[in-house]
């Protein structure tokens, strides 16, 4: 029917090993378009049966727009990547949420019928782009007190959570930050991450050539005790330490989403079907909240509510915003719905690249899990915004049930 919006489907998702940020990193001396350009060749490589001329788009995040990040990264990953110099490209930038939008701005386009398969991804390469390069806020931010200083830090913003929310305690915290290490610890023995992530070449002036094969950031095997004693770097006296919180990483993300009936065409299989979405500002200086309002809001859209999300993927930029958005909703601290696999305090959070890993994992545990309905991504998002995004499991009998019905 003309006008009538169409279904959008996540039919696969992949990312680099993420790297610590730093001269010691392994993509210390890797470009983060490169970190791109493989996970759009890993997508064309594991898809055979999609025809290269047929991707319409490809947006791809990055926090700083500059350098290796820069010149509208889209396009020039698409290009690096041997697409047809048709398939056009363009840059997204929201901060933390910067591959989520990628994925929402495009499955609208899709939905719409402005395009039938796009690729979404982002980029986060912080050691060649330290947080805050380059920027230049308004004086009147700070003049007018449009919002408090510490909205600009976000280590200082999750303080600002532990002063709103008391029973937040860095005890708590560091419980989770420690379940965080093991799940992620479970997961690589039982092989469920490596399924996901495209192997990266490397070099290093000392150590010559590599290859990633893993993520760098995870210490298996940390305790509470490991945790008790370390800084609070963004206060004195503070509870936010490099243990429950991510770290500064590098790695690039990038999914294949498509129309569903284009799905059908090409014989893709869909992974997850998109339900709904929605974004939500906060004040800026308690950021970590912002999956609270954005998750109420894509749930009433959808006509859901929490009760009937089956498995969450939560970003886990700080363990206090987690906790905070649990708490709110009634969940227990260690609720095996929740990132099941461990999060970003394990495994790292390179920016804008993010909310496809997210993604990436939630569509791996739909697999694992066909009596699950609907799962969500979420995760929160500098200068105080959300953002959710609601899944749905296609392996769960009443969507094929309804699928054979159409
Ligand atoms: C918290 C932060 C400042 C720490 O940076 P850092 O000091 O470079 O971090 P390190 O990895 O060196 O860790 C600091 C110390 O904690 C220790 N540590 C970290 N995690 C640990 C763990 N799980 N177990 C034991 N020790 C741990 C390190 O060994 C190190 O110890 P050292 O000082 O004796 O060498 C940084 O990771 C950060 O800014 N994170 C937030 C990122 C962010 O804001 N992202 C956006 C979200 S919206």
Same mark, same amino acid.
């Given at each position: =029917?003309?006008g009538?919006?169409?279904d959008v489907?996540?039919?696969?998702?992949v990312?680099t090993p993420? *790297?610590?940020?730093g001269?010691?990193?392994?993509?210390?001396q890797t470009?983060a378009?490169?970190?791109?350009v493989?996970?759009?060749?890993?997508?064309?490589? @594991?898809h055979p049966?999609l025809p290269?001329?047929?991707?319409d788009?490809?947006?791809?995040?990055?926090?700083?727009q500059?350098g290796? #990040? *820069?010149? !509208?990264i889209?396009?020039?990953a698409?290009l690096?990547?041997?697409l047809?110099?048709s398939v056009?490209g363009?840059?997204?930038d929201? =901060?933390?949420?910067g591959?989520m939008?990628a994925v929402?701005? !495009?499955?609208?386009g899709i939905?719409s019928? $402005?395009?039938?398969?796009?690729?979404?991804g982002g980029?986060?390469?912080? *050691?060649?782009?330290?947080?805050?390069?380059?920027v230049?806020p308004n004086p009147?931010i700070v003049?007018?007190?449009?919002?408090?200083?510490?909205?600009?830090?976000m280590? #200082?913003?999750a303080e600002?959570?532990?002063d709103r929310?008391?029973q937040?305690t860095?005890?708590?915290?560091?419980?989770?930050a420690v379940?965080?290490?093991r799940k992620l610890?479970?997961?690589?023995?039982?092989g469920r991450i490596q399924?996901d992530?495209?192997p990266?070449?490397?070099r290093?002036?000392e150590?010559?050539?590599g290859l990633?094969?893993s993520?760098?950031p995870p210490r298996?095997?940390t305790?509470?005790?490991?945790?008790?004693?370390?800084?609070t770097p963004f206060?004195p006296?503070?509870r936010?330490t490099?243990?429950? $919180?991510?770290g500064?990483?590098?790695?690039?993300?990038a999914c294949?989403?498509?129309?569903?009936?284009?799905? !059908?065409?090409l014989g893709?299989t869909?992974?997850? @079907?998109?339900?709904?979405?929605?974004?939500?500002?906060?004040e800026?200086?308690?950021?970590?909240?912002?999956p609270i309002p954005?998750?109420?809001?894509?749930?009433a859209?959808?006509?859901?509510?929490?009760?009937?999300?089956?498995l969450?993927?939560v970003?886990?930029?700080f363990a206090? #915003?987690?906790?905070?958005?649990?708490d709110?909703? *009634?969940i $227990?601290?260690?609720d095996?719905?929740?990132n099941p696999?461990g999060?970003?305090?394990?495994?790292?959070?390179?920016l804008?690249?993010s909310?496809?890993?997210?993604? !990436?994992?939630l569509?791996?545990?739909?697999?694992d899990h066909p009596?699950v309905r609907y799962?969500?991504t979420t995760?929160?998002?500098?200068?105080?915004?959300?953002?959710?995004v609601?899944?749905?499991?296609?392996?769960?009998?009443?969507?094929?049930?309804e699928?054979l019905?159409?």
């Amino acid at each position: =029917m003309p006008g009538s919006l169409r279904d959008v489907v996540f039919v696969d998702g992949v990312r680099t090993p993420f *790297g610590k940020a730093g001269q010691q990193g392994i993509y210390a001396q890797t470009r983060a378009d490169d970190l791109v350009v493989k996970c759009i060749r890993e997508l064309l490589r @594991r898809h055979p049966g999609l025809p290269p001329e047929r991707v319409d788009e490809v947006a791809v995040a990055a926090t700083t727009q500059i350098g290796d #990040q *820069g010149l !509208t990264i889209g396009r020039m990953a698409a290009l690096l990547a041997g697409l047809p110099k048709s398939v056009p490209g363009f840059a997204v930038d929201r =901060m933390c949420a910067g591959a989520m939008t990628a994925v929402t701005t !495009t499955a609208s386009g899709i939905a719409s019928g $402005a395009y039938d398969v796009v690729i979404a991804g982002g980029v986060e390469h912080m *050691g060649h782009h330290p947080m805050g390069e380059g920027v230049d806020p308004n004086p009147r931010i700070v003049a007018e007190r449009l919002v408090d200083t510490s909205a600009l830090v976000m280590g #200082q913003t999750a303080e600002n959570v532990h002063d709103r929310f008391p029973q937040l305690t860095k005890d708590r915290c560091d419980a989770y930050a420690v379940a965080s290490q093991r799940k992620l610890a479970e997961a690589y023995a039982a092989g469920r991450i490596q399924r996901d992530l495209v192997p990266v070449a490397t070099r290093s002036q000392e150590q010559g050539w590599g290859l990633a094969t893993s993520d760098e950031p995870p210490r298996p095997g940390t305790t509470l005790d490991d945790l008790a004693g370390l800084k609070t770097p963004f206060r004195p006296h503070g509870r936010v330490t490099a243990g429950n $919180a991510a770290g500064l990483n590098d790695g690039a993300t990038a999914c294949l989403l498509v129309a569903g009936e284009t799905a !059908t065409e090409l014989g893709l299989t869909p992974r997850m @079907r998109m339900v709904g979405y929605a974004f939500a500002g906060v004040e800026p200086e308690v950021m970590g909240v912002g999956p609270i309002p954005a998750t109420q809001k894509a749930l009433a859209r959808a006509g859901l509510t929490i009760d009937d999300i089956g498995l969450f993927e939560v970003n886990e930029a700080f363990a206090v #915003q987690v906790l905070a958005f649990l708490d709110h909703f *009634g969940i $227990a601290d260690d609720d095996p719905r929740v990132n099941p696999d461990g999060g970003a305090i394990a495994l790292g959070h390179p920016l804008a690249s993010s909310g496809v890993r997210l993604m !990436t994992q939630l569509a791996r545990h739909f697999e694992d899990h066909p009596e699950v309905r609907y799962g969500l991504t979420t995760m929160c998002i500098g200068i105080g915004m959300g953002g959710t995004v609601i899944w749905e499991n296609p392996n769960h009998a009443d969507y094929r049930k309804e699928q054979l019905a159409a």
